[in-house]
């Protein structure tokens, strides 16, 4: 956990503000990649997630651009109503489920919203590596866009092209002709709200494995299961390891569930896979993965607890 300041705060558009953090002690911070973000803890208990918005050289600072949800969860409306220029924050070390790849000879970004801020800091990125690159900026209306100062010698350019539909579903961004046609060594990144996502993945369907990249602030809805074909909806048992405790998991409840109710102190903030923050290394067992995060390397090491299962048997949990 990092103390830190809240240096200053910026409006940028309609229920968008900026927040600049800085080492309480005035030392240099972290140093984080292009699509990183932090657990920042809000007060009335919060643990939210934020993307970095500024450039990944900095190290003296983060920026963090947050939307007030209005039917929210209540996070981003404590960020909005509670946090003041002074106050100090504690926060996580920066985390990169996001990155920009390295293979990547031409990269394709398009954001909607807030999603744009992780997609900020890869055009930082992306300007010094002198890398070939394009975004999508998908909002509703230009008093809704956030960063428009920042990206306007970009758009002077040709590299990002702003798009608003002013509400009207009939005028999104055409996303299924955009990526029609797959260009050998391009790299897409997307960053936006659920609906936006699933039309891009879908429009994608056809570009190579490993060439399309996510990054979600909203649990995409989950398809419906056949509880006939698959023994991961039954009951299953978690083993602490340091203890020896078994508990059951049952079908209505996760195993982060399971685990506080039997007193256990477990970190959590979406719990819907989408964060990293329950992420808890497990020693032996069938973990049945249900996160948007973790690599196919990382699976072989971790789960997370908010939303993963088991396939039968036992899961020992390295706790």
């Given at each position: 956990m990092i103390k830190v300041r809240v240096r200053c705060i910026e409006n940028l558009a309609s229920d968008i503000n900026t927040y600049e953090l800085v080492d309480v002690d005035g030392g240099v911070l972290p140093a984080f990649t292009a699509g990183a973000h932090i657990d920042v803890h809000v007060p009335?208990?919060?643990?939210?997630?934020?993307?970095?918005?500024?450039?990944?050289?900095?190290?003296?600072?983060y920026v963090i651009g947050v939307l007030n949800v209005r039917d929210g969860r209540g996070g981003s409306s404590s960020v909005h109503h509670n946090i003041?220029?002074?106050?100090?924050?504690?926060?996580?070390?920066?985390?990169n489920h996001f990155p920009l790849s390295q293979q990547g000879q031409r990269?394709?970004?398009?954001?909607?919203g807030i999603g744009v801020t992780p997609i900020i800091s890869m055009v930082e990125q992306l300007c010094r590596d002198n890398a070939k690159f394009m975004l999508y900026y998908c909002t509703e209306t230009p008093e809704r866009t956030a960063f428009r100062e920042r990206l306007a010698p970009f758009i002077e350019?040709?590299?990002?092209?702003?798009?608003?539909?002013?509400?009207?579903?009939?005028?999104r961004l055409d996303v299924r002709g955009l990526l029609a046609e797959y260009e050998p060594g391009t790299h897409l990144y997307c960053c936006g709200p659920a609906g936006?996502?699933?039309?891009?993945?879908?429009?994608?369907?056809?570009?190579?494995?490993?060439?399309?990249?996510?990054?979600h602030f909203q649990?995409?809805?989950?398809?419906?299961?056949?509880?006939?074909?698959?023994?991961?909806?039954?009951?299953?048992?978690?083993?602490?390891?340091?203890?020896?405790?078994?508990?059951?998991?049952?079908?209505?409840?996760?195993?982060?569930?399971?685990?506080?109710?039997?007193?256990?102190?477990?970190?959590?903030?979406?719990?819907?896979?989408?964060?990293?923050?329950?992420?808890?290394?497990?020693?032996?067992?069938?973990?049945?993965?249900?996160?948007?995060?973790l690599s196919e390397s990382e699976?072989?090491?971790?789960?997370?607890?908010c939303c993963s299962r088991a396939n039968g048997g036992t899961l020992v949990l390295d706790l």
């Amino acid at each position: 956990m990092i103390k830190v300041r809240v240096r200053c705060i910026e409006n940028l558009a309609s229920d968008i503000n900026t927040y600049e953090l800085v080492d309480v002690d005035g030392g240099v911070l972290p140093a984080f990649t292009a699509g990183a973000h932090i657990d920042v803890h809000v007060p009335g208990g919060y643990v939210r997630q934020y993307s970095l918005c500024n450039d990944p050289a900095e190290r003296h600072r983060y920026v963090i651009g947050v939307l007030n949800v209005r039917d929210g969860r209540g996070g981003s409306s404590s960020v909005h109503h509670n946090i003041r220029a002074g106050d100090v924050l504690t926060i996580s070390e920066p985390r990169n489920h996001f990155p920009l790849s390295q293979q990547g000879q031409r990269h394709l970004l398009i954001a909607g919203g807030i999603g744009v801020t992780p997609i900020i800091s890869m055009v930082e990125q992306l300007c010094r590596d002198n890398a070939k690159f394009m975004l999508y900026y998908c909002t509703e209306t230009p008093e809704r866009t956030a960063f428009r100062e920042r990206l306007a010698p970009f758009i002077e350019l040709g590299n990002v092209v702003p798009h608003h539909d002013r509400g009207d579903p009939a005028k999104r961004l055409d996303v299924r002709g955009l990526l029609a046609e797959y260009e050998p060594g391009t790299h897409l990144y997307c960053c936006g709200p659920a609906g936006m996502t699933e039309a891009v993945r879908q429009a994608s369907a056809h570009w190579p494995d490993g060439t399309v990249h996510f990054e979600h602030f909203q649990a995409p809805a989950s398809p419906a299961i056949d509880n006939s074909e698959t023994q991961a909806e039954g009951e299953f048992q978690v083993r602490i390891a340091s203890s020896g405790d078994v508990f059951s998991v049952p079908t209505d409840k996760s195993i982060l569930d399971v685990l506080r109710g039997a007193g256990m102190d477990c970190s959590s903030s979406c719990e819907a896979g989408i964060c990293g923050t329950c992420r808890t290394r497990y020693l032996d067992g069938s973990p049945d993965h249900r996160d948007l995060i973790l690599s196919e390397s990382e699976q072989q090491e971790y789960v997370l607890i908010c939303c993963s299962r088991a396939n039968g048997g036992t899961l020992v949990l390295d706790l």
